[in-house]
Structures are given as structure tokens and as C-alpha cells.
């Protein structure tokens, strides 16, 4: 599909497991992003790229490790999940010369 | 610390009304975008503003920049506006995202 999508839509898991959000567009972006949103934060920046084997720590990192061996694909990695990670991911990216983000349909995640 | 305040939090509008949407900033910023968030949880890009004034349809966004302010106009608001706006400032590669304001609109 055309566009940016992420995978899955909505996640259960347990503390101390791993989880795996995928993150894929289209477009040949070069700068991707990772977000998180909470009830009283907003959006917060996790981690971003920008571009293939580039990434960067946004403001809340911890306990996230991302990586980008391929332009389209920005997966994030929760090595050891906890409770305090439940919460909305949502994926973006913008092109090198642009201005606009593009957000994907975000992943719902719960950590019992 | 909050790099990005919104207000308000909430708003409560009949159809037809006038709606601003007020966005304050305290970093340098090459940028400051306004977002919607539907009900559904996507998020769409409106405006992005580095001076003056932008309109789309019934949507206006202005900032000032040595006030550090922007604000969103709803003229004429309609149920289907009822969304969460973010306001969001770029600081080189990195977004500062308000709160959101919560924009009902009621027939």
C-alpha cells in the first residue's frame, strides 16, 4: 500500500518481553520518526533517522532501540517491555526538502 | 517544562461559531505546524507556518514570531471539525508537540 503503515494495529504483551513495532513507507522519505502519546503528554519524539543507518535519541529513549538498515523501514523495539510503555506509537516521516509530516495510523499497546 | 502550550485544553462550540485555537512556543523554531487528530486516532498535517498567515477552506493559521504565537481560526464550525488540534513547533530536526486542544462542535 502507498502511504506509511504500521504493525500491528494494536499489541497485548506481558512485562519483560520483547516487542517489535513495524514502521513502512512508500514515499522514499528520509527522515522517519518514532512518537508516543499520552493522556496529559501529547506527542513526545522517541527516536528519529535521518536516513538509512542514521538515527538519533529524541526525548523519551529509554527502554526503545530502533534501527534503519533500509530506507523504508524504521522498526522500534521495546528489548524489555514494562507498564509504563502502554501507550499510542505513532510512526511518521518527511522527505529530505520537506516540511510536512506524514503520521501513520498509530499501534496500540498494552503491557500487562 | 513545556516547550509548547495550547489553549484551551477543551472547547465546546455550537455550528456556525468562530473558533480560535491559541499555540505559545518558548524554543527557536524553523517551523510550527498545526495538526488534527480525528476521533480514530489519525493524525493529519493542516498548516505549517514559518511567518504570516495560511488559509485552507474554513481554516486560518497565523503566527508571530517575535511574540512567539500561533493561533488556528475555525470560521463557520461544523460537526465534522470535532477532532484534537496539536500545535507543533520544529526546532531543526525535532518536533515539540502541545497537549492538544479537544474541539467539539454541536449541531
Known amino acids: 500500500d502507498a502511504g506509511i503503515t504500521q504493525s500491528p494495529r494494536y499489541k497485548i504483551t506481558e512485562t519483560g518481553r520483547q516487542v517489535t513495532l513495524m514502521c513502512h513507507q512508500t514515499w522514499s522519505h528520509s527522515y522517519m520518526f518514532w512518537y508516543r502519546q499520552d493522556l496529559g503528554h501529547g506527542l513526545r519524539l522517541i527516536y528519529y533517522?535521518?536516513?538509512?543507518?542514521?538515527?538519533d535519541k529524541g526525548e523519551v529513549p529509554d527502554g526503545y532501540v530502533v534501527s534503519r538498515s533500509k530506507t523504508e523501514n524504521f522498526p522500534l523495539t521495546l528489548e524489555s517491555a514494562t507498564r509504563s510503555q502502554t501507550s499510542v506509537y505513532f510512526c511518521?516521516?518527511?522527505?529530505?526538502?520537506?516540511?510536512?509530516?506524514?503520521f501513520g495510523p498509530g499501534t496500540r499497546l498494552l503491557v500487562l | 517544562k513545556n516547550e509548547v502550550e495550547q489553549s484551551p485544553q477543551n472547547l465546546t462550540a455550537q455550528e456556525g461559531e468562530f473558533i480560535t485555537i491559541n499555540c505559545s512556543y518558548s524554543?527557536?523554531?524553523?517551523?510550527l505546524h498545526w495538526l488534527q487528530q480525528h476521533p480514530g486516532g489519525g493524525i493529519v498535517s493542516l498548516f505549517m507556518l514559518s511567518s504570516g498567515k495560511k488559509k485552507h477552506g474554513r481554516l486560518i493559521a497565523t503566527i508571530n514570531i517575535q511574540e512567539k504565537h500561533s493561533s488556528l481560526h475555525i470560521t463557520a464550525s461544523h460537526p465534522r471539525d470535532s477532532a484534537v488540534y496539536i500545535c507543533?513547533?520544529?526546532?531543526?530536526?525535532?518536533?515539540?508537540f502541545g497537549t492538544g486542544t479537544s474541539l467539539t462542535v454541536i449541531p
Open positions: 524554543v527557536g523554531i524553523s517551523a
Open positions: 511518521a516521516s518527511r522527505g529530505g526538502g520537506g516540511e510536512t509530516q506524514y
Open positions: 507543533a513547533a520544529r526546532d531543526s530536526n525535532q518536533f515539540y
Open positions: 533517522s535521518a536516513a538509512a543507518d542514521i538515527t
